[in-house]
């Protein structure tokens, strides 16, 4: 019963400070621009190949692959997780065992994917600390984002190590009282040959130590993952549902330009449902004035570079980062976060996005050929927010590089981005054969 008790605590502490810290993230999100997600079909079709058959991820096919196999592993690893809360709580043992031979199947793949998911964080651990992978680097790489990288995978490493402990003390506990264990454990079964000759009492102790780390770890873990940047373990397929399903190339119209245009073409078309609203901003100078999957991408972003890797942008040394941008916004919105809490909406710190963290070299180094949008595995759409961020600087401060001014004064000039007047279009016609017989 005092164990039930002291799980029961620490299952509430974990929802609560759970719930306290999605409250901040949920409160920033109130924040941002709204943006309407229809075709749920499609949606629903990408998640399940991006984020479930882990499609993006095999482009690079060996580490893609361990990657997969992570993920995979740890969904299967879920359901022995929910067994043991609720074993925790009532004081059961192995609750889900009622399933036979299908509990069988899940306990078996838990105990293999442990030991993959074991191995791969060792290779990823490897390849973090010994090898110099460049995508790994960067200016917006801090320290911090390293040590974060790396203790998210010791985390993983020391749930997988805790989980084979408990299934191998789990069966020399069954096999030394002459019961028979519920459950296949195909690697813990190998592992248990080398505790055989441990004495009863110590079996007992290390299969309740395992029990109780594993257990303990998930609640912490949970609790830290908000914090770093393996959130995108609960972001990640969310993100890619409310990600962009249209094709990548295709640049949204601003609706509120749009509808003036009509307006100028027939003064008499019908306005929408609040078209008469007075437009606060055009474009994105801060934060807040992104829309809320922009918000989410940032949440869930991994940081592993793949886009930065392929940005010809970055490649030819310019300053542009795509991931930067993306966890600049994160960074920005964290900062302005409790002013906001505070004060509201109205909350002005003097600082914005554009500027004191993105700048403008950076946004007009984009070539917009969209590969960073194409790379993430999470269709996390960096090109789109870039844009925003143009346009903010375009028709809110007339600052563009001073080819485009050229090319934007023609247009309003001569409908056209060339320097010549519309009367001396058909001029190039003029010697031509046709032109004369007219
Ligand atoms: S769209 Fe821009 S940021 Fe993305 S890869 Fe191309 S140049 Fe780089
Ligand atoms: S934006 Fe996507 S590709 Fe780029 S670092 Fe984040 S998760 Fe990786």
């Known amino acids: 019963m005092t164990a039930q008790l002291i799980f029961a605590l620490a299952l509430l502490l974990t929802l609560g400070v759970f719930a306290f810290t999605m409250r901040r993230y949920f409160y920033n999100f109130r924040y941002t621009k ?10 629903l079709r990408e998640t399940f190949k991006v984020a479930i058959a882990q499609q993006k991820i095999f482009r690079h096919p060996v580490m893609g692959l361990l990657h997969a196999l992570v993920f995979w592993g740890f969904i299967v690893i879920l359901f022995g997780s929910i067994e043991m809360v609720i074993d925790g709580l009532f004081g059961t043992v192995r609750v889900f065992s009622f399933m036979g031979w299908f509990y069988n199947v899940l306990m078996a793949s838990g105990d293999v994917f442990a030991a993959i998911i074991a191995v791969s964080i060792l290779v990823f651990l490897f390849r973090r600390l010994f090898m110099h992978v460049k995508r790994f680097y960067g200016v917006e790489m801090k320290p911090i984002s390293k040590a974060d990288a790396n203790l ?48 009863d009492g110590s079996i007992i102790f290390w299969h309740h ?17 908000p914090y770093s940047k393996h959130f995108h373990v609960f972001m990640s397929v969310p993100n890619v549902f409310v990600s ?41 100078l801060d934060a807040t004035d992104v829309n ?13 570079g ?32 409790p002013g906001l809490i505070k004060e509201g909406a109205a909350f002005d710190d003097g600082k914005s996005l554009v500027f004191d963290y993105i700048t403008e070299e950076e946004l007009w ?21 870039i844009l925003d961020m143009r346009r903010y600087l375009v028709l809110e401060q007339s600052k563009a590089p001073s080819g485009l001014n050229t090319a934007f004064a023609n247009i309003e000039n001569n409908g ?9 279009r058909m001029n190039w016609a003029d010697e031509l054969y046709l032109n004369e017989t007219a």
Not at 209 to 225: D, K, P, R, S, T
Not at 270 to 280: L, N, T, V, W
Request: charged share 20%.
């Open 34 to 43: 709204k943006k309407a997600i229809s075709n749920i079909p499609a949606r």
């Open 152 to 199: 998210a995978l010791s985390f993983i490493l020391f749930l997988m190590i805790t989980l084979l402990g408990m299934n191998t003390f789990y069966l020399l506990e069954t096999l030394n009282a002459d019961q028979n264990a519920v459950g296949v454990f195909p690697v813990s079964m190998l592992l248990a040959d080398l505790f055989a000759n441990m004495g």
């Open 209 to 225: 130590f395992n029990w109780w780390a594993h257990i303990l770890l998930i609640f912490v873990f949970a609790n830290v993952l």
């Open 244 to 284: 962009r399903i249209e094709p990548l190339g295709k640049v949204d119209n601003m609706e509120s330009i749009t509808r003036e245009v009509k307006l100028m073409l027939d003064p008499s078309a019908p306005m929408d449902a609040g078209a008469d609203e007075p437009i606060e901003k055009f474009g994105v």
């Open 292 to 304: 809320w999957v922009n918000y989410m991408n940032a949440l869930s972003c991994t940081e592993c």
């Open 306 to 337: 793949r886009c930065t890797a392929v940005c010809p942008a970055n490649i030819t040394g310019k300053l542009l980062s795509p991931r930067k941008i993306v966890m600049d916004v994160r960074a920005r919105m964290k900062e302005k976060s």
């Open 365 to 385: 180094a984009c070539t917009m050929c969209n590969a960073c949008a194409q790379e993430c595995p999470i269709n996390i759409n960096q090109p789109s927010l």
């Open 416 to 424: 056209a981005p060339w320097q010549f007047s519309p009367e001396d």
